[in-house]
């Protein structure tokens, strides 16, 4: 259970119960919510602003749903910090997307990104919980027949599936699949670990079901983890992008009838670690961030007063991951550092050493707090 007395305004606004309570009503959320309420009189000014917060972004998107895809991450983060500040000096909260200046952030970096990304995933009713799929059940509820291959050694094998995709599936595995491959999309069923490659086709997208879990790819290489006595799965993306989406009967179809990438997209060096029991989806970076296999791969990291925006922006290039920061209070930042072959974290920590600031993950973003280096 949450301990939501400790909750900041922009926490509450994202808590996936308190927006079920107020923007969709569900009648357990409210009755959970009302008797907090009583139990914490004190709190009524917390619930308001968090309030005032989301209707306020919801009102936007609920009249303007194509306005979101005009406006950049950064610019959405800005907002929501103006909005907050605006509850706070009692001004009537309201949302401008364009023309939007920098504001010194600072510290809340971190809540005003997870607002971003939250709107950015978008809001949805209550859907049934998908709950704990079993293999079994997976395969049983298959209509075609299936071919299974069971990995009963110590070493990973090699799978060739009918399109010519293929797997490493890792020891005490099994894997499930049509051969052919009937109609318009790839299914394949897992319990354990494989490592797939999919052959690119647009036009008939690749499925892996999981416990619960079901990714979604058109083709791309990446890791599926799910083990029956861990009723975790987790999703790791080597090259390409996947989408994944908790694996109850009206998001599948939903997404078979679009050839888009859906759900929560992963780029390389993200990962996701889903529970089914609650069907919560927790994005993140890998432990050790690698290289994208491009040219920029081969530069040396050497800088020589080079401005802090252009070594973010090289070592987003370089890994592919976003790095969050405020410009206006890190433009007086320079960095003269020569990195080579360190991970990418041990290149922040001697970054942010140097510049005085220091870095925090969040939903597969680096986030840069700063307060500049004016008197560095």
Excluded at 197 to 203: C, E, G, L, S, T
Excluded at 222 to 236: H, R
Excluded at 366 to 376: A, P, R, T, V
Aim: charged content about 25%; proline content about 6%; aromatic content about 10%.
């Amino acid at each position: 259970m949450q301990d939501y007395r400790n909750f900041e305004p922009e926490e509450l606004a994202i808590d996936p119960s308190f927006q079920r309570w107020k923007l969709l009503d569900d009648p357990a959320d409210r009755d959970f919510w009302k008797e907090w309420l009583v139990q914490n009189p004190d709190k009524e000014e917390l619930v308001d602003k968090a309030y005032q917060l989301l209707s306020t972004l919801n009102d936007v998107y609920t009249r303007f749903p194509g306005e979101r895809a005009t406006v950049s991450d950064r610019e959405v983060q800005n907002e929501i910090q103006r909005l907050s500040q605006a509850i706070d000096s009692h001004e009537k909260p309201s949302v401008r997307w364009y023309r939007s200046e920098w504001v010194r952030y600072g510290m809340a970096a971190s809540i005003v990104l997870m607002l971003g990304l939250f709107w950015q995933y978008g809001i949805r009713p209550t859907e049934p919980k998908s709950g704990n799929v079993t293999y079994d059940e997976l395969v049983a509820q298959v209509s075609n027949p299936l071919r299974e291959v069971v990995n009963t050694t110590n070493a990973s094998r090699q799978v060739q599936l009918p399109d010519g995709s293929t797997l490493v599936l890792k020891p005490k595995s099994r894997v499930s699949y049509p051969d052919p491959f009937p109609g318009t999309t790839r299914e394949v069923y897992l319990v354990g670990e494989a490592f797939f490659q999919v052959h690119k086709d647009p036009n008939k997208p690749f499925y892996v079901y999981a416990n619960g879990l079901v990714t979604k790819v058109l083709g791309t290489s990446f890791t599926v983890q799910t083990f029956e006595d861990n009723k975790q799965v987790k999703v790791v993306v080597k090259t390409g992008k996947v989408s994944v989406f908790a694996g109850n009967q009206a998001t599948v179809t939903q997404q078979k009838e679009d050839y888009k990438l859906g759900g929560i997209v992963l780029t390389p060096n993200q990962q996701i670690v889903f529970t089914p029991t609650d069907t919560r989806i927790v994005k993140s970076l890998v432990a050790e961030p690698a290289l994208l296999e491009k040219p920029v791969q081969k530069q040396p990291f050497s800088f020589r007063r080079t401005p802090i925006a252009e070594v973010f922006a090289t070592l987003e290039k370089a890994y592919g991951i976003r790095i969050v920061f405020d410009e206006e209070i890190m433009k007086s930042c320079y960095l003269t550092a020569s990195l080579e072959d360190e991970p990418l974290f041990e290149k922040l920590d001697l970054i942010c050493n140097t510049i005085n600031a220091r870095y925090e993950q969040l939903d597969a973003h680096i986030i840069i707090n700063s307060k500049g280096c004016e008197s560095l």
